[in-house]
């Protein structure tokens, strides 16, 4: 018997499918717009668009410049071009840190977290602030010289110059792309086609993966263009986003939501299942070994499936190496309540870049640190706005077998803080690059730290008299196998012959634009000759160094591999 209702075609299913989703989040104004296109009329283009470029440089996470100088630094995408459409290497442009793959190759290169998502690729990022907030309908990055390296845009629903912050602030990905390699070093512009979002923004972030250039990148400037009223799509101009019907399309391609990330980490109620299938047969190590290959989203989800594999998900032999890095955009104090069960055994964690603008507070830190601190060897904070001294305080509490921590670009730890850190003897690695650690604390460090291996002091400015730093280091710290002092302003040939003397097992100096040293007092013939085991040196723009400090590298330095004396 045919049935009573009028038969729904596929087509109209597959469009009220899409109203319906679309209208979970919209506001009246959104409605009446739904409504307009419900009617099949075509809506007016009654929106200007606008073009601004950025109008402040807000966050980086490194950049090959000085910290008290513009050029090659983040802050020249400040504003209007200066070079584009020209090609070449300038320095009023900006400049990440690296390119290619000889970073992960030399004696400092960290081994890297498993489980990391195969669509994160991001090694360094930049946000940038613009006058007016826009819905983006196109973002153009001006690349003077070795194009190629961006590789996610991102756009953000907190305006930085509003005077009362959003309770969540939220963060969309408008284009994501692997690495890809590009030929010629030549000036473009580049234009990525991106995503419509549904909130205005005027702070955009770009992620860079520099691993495929064969020499730095560098940006001139960023145009976005947008409107002010959020554009009304007709149903003849592509309205429906087939993304649409998926709800969970954009989480599992960039990382989960935030709500539904922080759900997925909290299940505690399961249906009874009568079987786990052929699951009951394999032994419990098995299963752990197979689900060691899955991300932490996939972790959550799968957890949720049956109680055998909740158990095995939640598991803390599951979580002992954790990076959640890859999902800075979605991790917050909840976040970190909810995996402090399964965290209980962690031996290395990444938070870096995660929780900013207020989504990690100092007190949802250091109670996790409180629960999962007592295992950790490793932690990674790179750019984490949000510590202070409490956090250090708490992690050199809580952290009693901590041997690498990593607070690279950290700028807004108060210099006093680092003296924290001198009460974890058992530092093997301390990356402090750009950040206000001071002399009498980093003194005090070196001093009750003797185990380093690897120590970054990279563009740390507030230091006074490095000399009187590679004197203790050459005192105490016998075991520095790589020591980063790129752009100290201070170090002498002193400093050099004490540093020579005292680390002998060095395998890797960095001292690039070290102004201060001069060839003709010796300094490097004496670095050739008293460490035979270099593998990597950098001397880059110094002007001084000459015909017989490379032939004395030749002679002595047979394991080199790196040699940087570019200028």
């Known amino acids: 018997m045919p049935p009573v209702f009028p038969m729904l075609t596929v087509l ?10 679309r209208a979970r989040t919209a506001t009246r104004g959104e409605m009446n717009s739904r409504r307009a296109i419900e009617s099949n009329t075509r809506a007016l283009p009654i929106n200007v668009e606008i073009v601004q470029y950025a109008k402040e440089v807000l966050d980086f996470s490194s950049h090959y410049g000085s910290e008290n100088s513009m050029s090659y630094t983040m802050w020249n995408l400040a504003g209007i071009p200066n070079v584009y459409p020209s090609s070449g290497d300038f320095t009023q442009t900006a400049v990440f840190r690296t ?33 007016e907030p ?21 756009a953000c629903s907190a305006n930085p110059y509003s005077q009362n912050p959003p309770a969540e602030v939220r963060w969309e990905v408008l284009w994501s792309e692997a690495p890809t390699k590009v030929n010629g070093p030549q ?20 992620e860079v993966n520099s691993s495929l ?22 149903l003849k101009a592509s309205m429906i986003d087939m993304n649409d019907i998926d709800e969970d399309e954009d989480e599992e391609k960039y990382g989960c939501g935030m709500d539904t990330l922080n759900k997925q980490f909290n299940i505690v109620a399961l249906r009874e299942w009568p079987s ?99 295992e950790l060897v490793r932690l990674e904070l790179s750019c984490g706005h949000f510590l202070n001294e409490t956090c250090l305080e708490v992690i050199t509490e809580m952290c009693p077998n901590l041997q690498e921590l990593n607070l690279s670009s950290c700028d807004k730890i108060p210099p006093q803080a680092f003296n924290h850190i001198a009460k974890v003897g058992s530092l093997k690695r301390l990356v402090l690059y750009r950040t206000k650690v001071e002399q009498t604390a980093l003194l005090s460090i070196l001093n009750f730290c003797s185990e380093l ?36 302003k201070n170090i002498t040939e002193n400093g050099i012959a004490e540093l020579a003397s005292g680390c002998q097992l060095l395998e890797e100096l960095d001292l690039g634009w070290c102004p201060t040293l001069q060839s003709s007092t010796g300094c490097f013939t004496n670095l050739a000759r008293k460490l035979p085991n270099l593998q990597k040196l950098f001397l880059t723009a110094n002007r001084s160094v000459c015909d017989t400090d490379i032939e004395e590298l030749a002679a002595n330095c047979t394991h080199l591999r790196q040699l940087d004396i570019l200028g």
């Open 453 to 488: 291996q690897h120590l970054s002091l990279g563009s740390c400015v507030m230091i006074e008299d490095y000399d009187l730093i590679a004197s203790m280091m050459g005192a105490k710290c016998k075991k520095l196998r790589s020591l980063d002092l790129w752009r100290c």
């Open 187 to 206: 000036a473009r512009q580049f234009t990525p086609s991106i995503k419509q979002i549904n909130f205005p923004t005027n702070l955009i972030r770009l």
């Open 276 to 374: 786990n299938g052929y699951f009951d047969k394999l032994p419990y190590e098995l299963i752990q070994l197979i689900l060691s290959h899955l991300t932490v989203p996939d972790l959550c989800r799968l957890a949720q499936t049956c109680k055998l594999l909740y158990q095995h998900c939640c598991d803390p032999l599951q979580y002992i190496h954790l990076s959640l890095q890859p999902y800075w955009a979605r991790i917050n104090d909840t976040s970190l309540e909810h995996l402090q069960s399964r965290c209980t055994l962690i031996q290395w964690l990444n938070l870096s870049w995660t929780g900013n603008r207020g989504a990690i507070s100092v007190s949802g830190f250091s109670r996790f640190l409180k629960v999962c601190g007592s």
């Open 134 to 154: 826009v819905y983006p309908t196109a973002v153009h990055i001006l690349e003077t010289y070795h194009p190629g390296a961006v590789v996610r845009i991102l």
């Open 213 to 234: 250039l064969d020499y730095y990148t560098e940006l001139d400037a960023v145009v976005l263009h947008g409107v002010k009223e959020r554009p009304v799509l007709s």
């Open 99 to 131: 390119y290619g793959t000889w970073w992960d190759h030399c004696p400092s290169a960290r081994l890297p977290f498993k489980r990391t998502p195969t669509t994160f690729c991001s090694q360094d990022y930049v946000e940038l602030a613009f006058e």
């Open 12 to 21: 109209s299913m597959f469009y009220y499918m899409c109203l319906r989703r």
